[in-house]
């Protein structure tokens, strides 16, 4: 058993968790970053890198790249974080350069608005380690602690590459840093990402937000999980027998491959609209879309290679935990998210925040609760802790392969998730629930590591049903979320909050600027009835 | 998936075994890191990246190759392996991948 104390503990270090340590130490904390993994390694950065929203101080530029932002997410964004956000980014992106992060150039400029994965997270590990932060790798936490009045007070798990060795940190400010969930369904990356933060922080009271927005799906040649998609821009796709697949733009294709995958056809891609003179600079632009089809014998330019497509969850979705105050924090006093974990509505609203927004929200976030929990320790004596949360932990007789199985059955497929319909996503809950009331009743089982599979399992569940119960109050289509043929309605531009365990609800939030607001709802229609 | 560990090529510095991701390596009785647990891998090649010794090749399949698959052949694969940590420019006398980047040129042309 090891036993730490620390001012700030961040759990994950992705970006969010490792801009949050540099955050915290900056501020003058003692900081512990546990990761489930490798911090530097682990996450879909580290291993797909991150176009980022950079915007330069121009205020114009600024104001524009905002408002675009804020249309393009159906409304539900909140336009001052989305200021604050480029504004941190840009500022950080700077110190990524002034500790020399190896930017290309062009005309004699440094052009910062890419981040190659492998680089990015391998300096920003060194510059956590020489701030003087303890890194504790292949630590997965399972549960938060909390003191007496329910302040969330450190974090326990286990040490996988030491026999399993439990281990405590206590600490007087929390930040998760967790990432999204991804379902483990292999997209390169995101099998780390199991929403295991968010399960920790729901068994505290922690409210979610935007999980209805969770049905990310991305291409990846069939053969592998590649799920980079800027190069499809290039793409002309085929059925099998070599018709032409209509799309209205290459990339906007998504949709209509998704249908015809869906219905059981193949479809190949061939990135055969690529310029000659572009073909270097795409290879050396995403060098990790290229290799496995390198080694698996495709050139791109010139082969069809089949595509498939492989669900990202809340990893390139946008739901994730609510966040209450400018310095990231979540409803359970003293717990900070930051990153993936966090909804990034704020951002995104109803729409993916991959491809740039993510990114940056997981630099500025991190930053901002890196801080507030640096704020919030410095104000608090080392707390009185006690582990809290259940589902995993205590070892029972379900196995967790065929529960992780049994989630991924109702969100993996294209007709379940991707396509939602209300029946559908009915049942699927049914089914969900009851996997829930039996692993509550039963647990799940599992000895030493085992145990961190046993509370990915139980972390999947809780995910789905949250995604799902999100689904099904929201009565239109909008942004990620698509239900049925139903339009977009103008009564629905507001968030809709979840949260609960054992018992889920749902209820609506207010929008941004209450002159936005919906009409007054009738009674059977207010917060609270929409479960 | 990852597929072959060169026991020739490999110096035994245990980085493969720390930075994967989902801990799919474990020390061998020589050292040499053996796959303990291929279902895991996630086929993110950071392994490939960070070995020093170039001893490690990284199949593009989220599947395992059947048996006699020359994706898990040392001796057919050769110059493959170590591959991503050529493309990411890390190794004596190498520039970083990051200096070439270019996704600039793409993500402009979507906005334009
Ligand atoms: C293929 C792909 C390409 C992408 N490209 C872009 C892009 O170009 N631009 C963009 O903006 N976004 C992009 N994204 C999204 C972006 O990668 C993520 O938003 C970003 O990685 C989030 O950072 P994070 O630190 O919150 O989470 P992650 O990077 O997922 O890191 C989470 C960390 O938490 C650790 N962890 C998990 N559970 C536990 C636990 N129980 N205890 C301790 N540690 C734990 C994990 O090991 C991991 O290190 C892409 C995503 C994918 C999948
Ligand atoms: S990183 Fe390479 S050299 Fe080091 S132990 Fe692993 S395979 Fe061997
Ligand atoms: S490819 Fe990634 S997940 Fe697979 S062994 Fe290598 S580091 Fe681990």
């Given at each position: 058993?090891?036993?730490?104390e620390?001012?700030?503990?961040?759990?994950?270090?992705?970006?969010?968790?490792?801009w949050?340590?540099?955050?915290?130490?900056d501020?003058?904390?003692?900081?512990?970053?546990a990761?489930?993994?490798?911090?530097?390694?682990?996450?879909?950065?580290?291993?797909g890198?991150?176009?980022?929203?950079?915007?330069?101080?121009?205020p114009?530029?600024?104001?524009?790249a905002?408002?675009?932002r804020?249309?393009?997410?159906?409304?539900?964004?909140d336009?001052?974080?989305m200021?604050?956000?480029?504004?941190?980014?840009?500022?950080?992106?700077?110190?990524?350069?002034?500790?020399?992060y190896?930017?290309?150039?062009?005309?004699?400029?440094?052009v910062r608005?890419?981040?190659?994965?492998?680089?990015?997270?391998?300096?920003?590990?060194?510059?956590?380690?020489?701030?003087?932060?303890?890194?504790?790798?292949h630590?997965?936490?399972?549960?938060?602690?909390?003191?007496?009045?329910?302040?969330?007070?450190?974090?326990?798990?286990?040490?996988?590459?030491?026999?399993?060795?439990?281990?405590?940190?206590?600490?007087?400010?929390v930040?998760?840093?967790t990432g999204?969930?991804?379902?483990?369904?292999?997209?390169?990356?995101?099998?780390?990402?199991t929403?295991?933060g968010?399960l920790?922080?729901?068994?505290?009271?922690?409210?979610?937000s935007?999980?209805?927005?969770s049905a990310?799906y991305a291409?990846?040649?069939?053969?592998?999980a590649?799920?980079?998609?800027?190069?499809?821009?290039?793409?002309?796709?085929?059925?099998?027998?070599g018709?032409?697949v209509?799309?209205p733009?290459?990339?906007?294709?998504?949709e209509?491959?998704?249908?015809l995958l869906?219905?059981?056809?193949?479809?190949f891609?061939?990135?055969?609209?690529?310029?000659?003179?572009?073909?270097?600079a795409?290879?050396?632009?995403q060098?990790?879309?290229?290799?496995?089809?390198?080694?698996?014998?495709?050139?791109?330019?010139?082969?069809?290679?089949?595509v498939?497509?492989?669900?990202e969850?809340?990893?390139?979705?946008?739901?994730g935990?609510r966040?209450?105050g400018?310095?990231?924090?979540?409803?359970v006093?003293?717990?900070?998210?930051a990153?993936d974990v966090?909804?990034?509505?704020?951002?995104s609203?109803?729409?993916?925040?991959?491809?740039?927004?993510?990114g940056?929200?997981?630099?500025a976030?991190g930053?901002?609760?890196?801080?507030?929990a640096?704020?919030?320790?410095?104000?608090?004596?080392?707390?009185?802790a006690?582990?809290?949360?259940?589902?995993?932990?205590?070892?029972?007789?379900?196995?967790?392969?065929?529960?992780?199985?049994?989630v991924?059955?109702?969100?993996l497929p294209?007709?379940?998730?991707?396509?939602?319909?209300?029946?559908?996503?009915?049942?699927?809950?049914?089914?969900?629930?009851?996997?829930?009331?039996?692993?509550?009743?039963?647990?799940?089982?599992?000895?030493g590591?085992?145990?961190?599979?046993?509370?990915e399992?139980?972390?999947?569940?809780?995910?789905?049903?949250?995604?799902?119960r999100?689904a099904?109050?929201?009565?239109?289509?909008?942004g990620?979320h698509r239900?049925?043929?139903l339009?977009?309605?103008?009564?629905?531009?507001?968030?809709?909050?979840v949260?609960?365990l054992?018992?889920?609800?749902?209820?609506?939030?207010?929008?941004?600027?209450?002159?936005l607001?919906?009409p007054?709802v009738?009674?059977?229609?207010?917060p609270g009835?929409?479960? | 998936?990852?597929?072959?560990v060169?026991?020739?090529r490999?110096?035994?510095?245990?980085?493969?075994?720390?930075?994967?991701?989902?801990?799919?390596?474990?020390?061998?009785a020589d050292?040499?890191?053996?796959i303990?647990?291929q279902?895991?891998c996630?086929?993110?090649?950071?392994?490939?990246?960070?070995?020093?010794?170039?001893?490690l090749?990284?199949?593009?399949?989220?599947?395992p190759?059947?048996?006699?698959?020359?994706?898990a052949?040392?001796?057919?694969?050769g110059?493959a392996l170590g591959?991503y940590?050529?493309?990411?420019?890390w190794?004596?006398?190498?520039?970083?991948?990051?200096?070439?980047?270019?996704?600039?040129?793409?993500t402009?042309?979507?906005?334009?």
């Amino acid at each position: 058993m090891s036993e730490r104390e620390a001012d700030v503990l961040v759990l994950g270090g992705g970006p969010a968790g490792t801009w949050a340590a540099l955050a915290a130490a900056d501020a003058g904390a003692r900081v512990v970053l546990a990761d489930k993994g490798y911090c530097g390694t682990s996450g879909p950065t580290a291993s797909g890198g991150n176009n980022l929203w950079y915007v330069p101080p121009d205020p114009e530029a600024r104001a524009t790249a905002v408002a675009a932002r804020f249309e393009a997410g159906g409304r539900l964004g909140d336009r001052a974080w989305m200021a604050r956000v480029v504004d941190e980014t840009y500022r950080r992106v700077g110190d990524l350069a002034a500790w020399g992060y190896p930017f290309p150039s062009e005309d004699g400029a440094e052009v910062r608005g890419s981040l190659q994965g492998p680089e990015y997270m391998r300096r920003m590990r060194r510059r956590v380690h020489r701030a003087g932060v303890t890194i504790l790798d292949h630590h997965p936490a399972l549960r938060l602690l909390v003191d007496d009045r329910g302040v969330a007070a450190g974090a326990s798990g286990l040490a996988r590459q030491r026999d399993a060795e439990p281990w405590t940190v206590r600490a007087a400010g929390v930040v998760l840093a967790t990432g999204g969930c991804a379902f483990l369904s292999g997209a390169f990356g995101t099998n780390v990402d199991t929403g295991d933060g968010h399960l920790m922080a729901a068994e505290l009271g922690a409210e979610l937000s935007g999980m209805e927005f969770s049905a990310a799906y991305a291409l990846s040649p069939a053969h592998g999980a590649h799920t980079k998609g800027l190069m499809m821009q290039f793409a002309t796709y085929t059925l099998g027998d070599g018709t032409l697949v209509d799309v209205p733009d290459p990339l906007g294709a998504r949709e209509r491959i998704a249908e015809l995958l869906a219905a059981g056809e193949r479809v190949f891609a061939r990135l055969d609209r690529a310029p000659a003179e572009l073909r270097e600079a795409m290879r050396q632009a995403q060098p990790n879309y290229f290799l496995p089809l390198d080694k698996a014998g495709i050139d791109p330019f010139r082969d069809r290679y089949p595509v498939r497509m492989v669900l990202e969850g809340t990893v390139r979705g946008t739901g994730g935990l609510r966040i209450v105050g400018d310095d990231c924090a979540t409803t359970v006093p003293g717990l900070f998210a930051a990153g993936d974990v966090a909804t990034r509505e704020l951002v995104s609203g109803a729409v993916s925040g991959g491809g740039a927004y993510n990114g940056a929200w997981a630099i500025a976030s991190g930053t901002f609760a890196g801080r507030g929990a640096a704020r919030f320790a410095a104000g608090r004596g080392r707390p009185h802790a006690v582990p809290s949360g259940g589902a995993g932990p205590a070892g029972g007789t379900l196995d967790p392969a065929a529960v992780v199985a049994a989630v991924q059955a109702e969100v993996l497929p294209l007709d379940r998730n991707y396509f939602r319909t209300r029946d559908g996503l009915r049942r699927s809950l049914a089914r969900l629930d009851a996997l829930w009331r039996r692993l509550s009743a039963e647990g799940l089982a599992g000895t030493g590591r085992g145990r961190l599979r046993a509370r990915e399992a139980a972390a999947l569940t809780a995910h789905a049903r949250w995604a799902y119960r999100a689904a099904l109050a929201r009565e239109e289509s909008r942004g990620l979320h698509r239900l049925e043929d139903l339009p977009l309605r103008a009564d629905l531009e507001h968030r809709i909050r979840v949260g609960g365990l054992d018992e889920p609800w749902t209820v609506r939030e207010p929008p941004e600027d209450p002159r936005l607001a919906p009409p007054p709802v009738s009674r059977d229609d207010a917060p609270g009835a929409l479960t | 998936m990852i597929e072959v560990v060169s026991a020739a090529r490999c110096v035994t510095c245990d980085i493969c075994i720390r930075v994967c991701p989902t801990d799919v390596f474990e020390r061998g009785a020589d050292g040499v890191p053996v796959i303990a647990r291929q279902g895991d891998c996630q086929t993110c090649f950071m392994c490939e990246a960070h070995c020093p010794a170039d001893a490690l090749y990284v199949a593009p399949f989220a599947d395992p190759v059947p048996p006699g698959s020359p994706h898990a052949d040392e001796d057919v694969l050769g110059a493959a392996l170590g591959e991503y940590r050529r493309l990411v420019g890390w190794g004596g006398g190498r520039t970083p991948g990051s200096r070439l980047d270019k996704n600039h040129l793409f993500t402009r042309r979507l906005r334009s």
